[in-house]
């Protein structure tokens, strides 16, 4: 499975927006970018998922280079309850089954009132 | 609509022992996977069942084992407890199999720790 690359920590001040940068430069044409983040005591939870072209939704937006190799998640105003790791997984196409979820270490997401 | 449950949410067990974890996927998602968390290793892939079949399997040892019901409810068997197993076990689930964009739900998780 292709790897990513995600700083360790990232702050943020409340209603501010946060970029978070993820690296995956041996990405395949078929990989989706996927993003996934867990607050503390719960399970992950989907956030957004993009192949080539930016997406948009109501939690987030997802921005990807050009060439794949890079994409980064907006939260375009964090809030205390954003305060979460945040995790860039890669899924590629499997003739069985779901492709599983291959976390990394993610990012830790701390969101200062 | 209910998520995803996991029982027990806690679990305190011994070494040799074995444990049975129980997951109930979402109304109508027919997808099972499960997860293990630690510290050290962080989430990893157990294996998945759709239909009552195994579909995907992660690297870990035969004494993880799992099934799914006619219901789509699951549950995860660990034989012969060892330290190394106390983790945060997490259950997804997921409307369809076979594919790589699929959003998964988790449950809770069950917290069991080996003594």
């Known amino acids: 499975d292709a790897k990513t690359t995600q700083p360790n920590s990232m702050e943020s001040n409340e209603e501010e927006p946060v970029h978070l940068p993820c690296n995956h430069s041996t990405i395949s044409g078929t990989d989706y970018i996927h993003w996934y983040r867990q607050l503390p005591s719960q399970g992950p939870e989907y956030v957004i998922h993009g192949l080539t072209s930016n997406v948009n939704n109501r939690m987030a937006s997802l921005a990807i280079a050009e060439d794949r190799k890079s994409s980064t998640l907006i939260l375009h105003r964090a809030t205390l309850r954003d305060a979460a790791v945040y995790y860039c997984i890669l899924r590629s196409p499997r003739n069985s089954g779901n492709t599983p979820l291959v976390f990394g270490k993610g990012t830790r997401l701390s969101v200062i009132a | 609509k209910a998520g995803v449950t996991q029982t027990p949410r806690y679990l305190i067990k011994t070494r040799g022992q074995q444990v049975t974890l129980s997951c109930s996927p979402i109304?109508?998602?027919?997808?099972v996977s499960w997860y293990q968390q630690t510290p050290g290793q962080g989430l990893q892939f157990l294996f998945e069942?759709?239909?009552?079949?195994?579909?995907n399997k992660g690297n870990f040892p035969g004494r993880f084992s799992g099934r799914q019901f006619s219901n789509s409810r699951s549950e995860m068997n660990v034989s012969t407890l060892e330290l190394g197993d106390s983790a945060l076990y997490l259950c997804?689930?997921?409307?369809?199999?076979?594919?790589?964009?699929?959003?998964?739900?988790f449950g809770p998780g069950t917290r069991l720790t080996v003594l």
């Open positions: 997804a689930s997921s409307a369809l199999s076979g594919g790589f964009y699929n959003e998964q739900f």
């Open positions: 069942y759709f239909s009552e079949t195994q579909r």
């Open positions: 109304s109508g998602h027919r997808s």
